[in-house]
């Protein structure tokens, strides 16, 4: 049974920075692609970033590009999220997901399998 489990959220005055984890387990993810997405209140689920387990490329939504570094440890089955130069418009609830390679990596829909959620917080 496939399990993402997410930690490290918290609350962070604007500009301050954040590290999100996702410990994977329950099969092997080497033909895989892990993505973050966030959800803001009121507002629909919203890709962040991905990376493909085995080659590491990745791929950044526009709004977080230079802020934003996504990156995984293959021994420890776990994927990154780094977060500087956070704005209050990042504050949202955000999660790890996996889906078998495929090629739409920022469509919510091609996910199989989705983490618990951690919350952010930035404060103005």
């Known amino acids: 049974q496939v399990q993402l489990v997410e930690s490290g959220g918290g609350l962070v005055q604007t500009g301050g920075s954040l590290r999100l984890s996702c410990a994977a387990s329950?099969?092997?993810?080497?033909?895989?692609?892990m993505a973050w997405f966030r959800q803001a209140p009121g507002k629909e689920r919203d890709f962040v970033a991905a990376i493909r387990w085995t080659v590491a490329s990745t791929y950044y939504a526009d709004s977080v590009k230079g802020r934003f570094t996504i990156s995984r440890d293959n021994a420890k089955n776990t994927v990154y999220l780094q977060m500087n130069s956070l704005k209050p418009e990042d504050t949202a609830v955000y999660y790890c997901?996996?889906?078998?390679?495929?090629?739409?990596?920022?469509?919510?829909?091609?996910?199989?399998?989705w983490g618990q959620g951690t919350q952010v917080t930035v404060s103005s």
């Open positions: 329950g099969r092997t993810f080497s033909n895989y692609v």
């Open positions: 997901a996996a889906q078998l390679y495929g090629s739409n990596w920022n469509n919510m829909a091609e996910y199989r399998y």
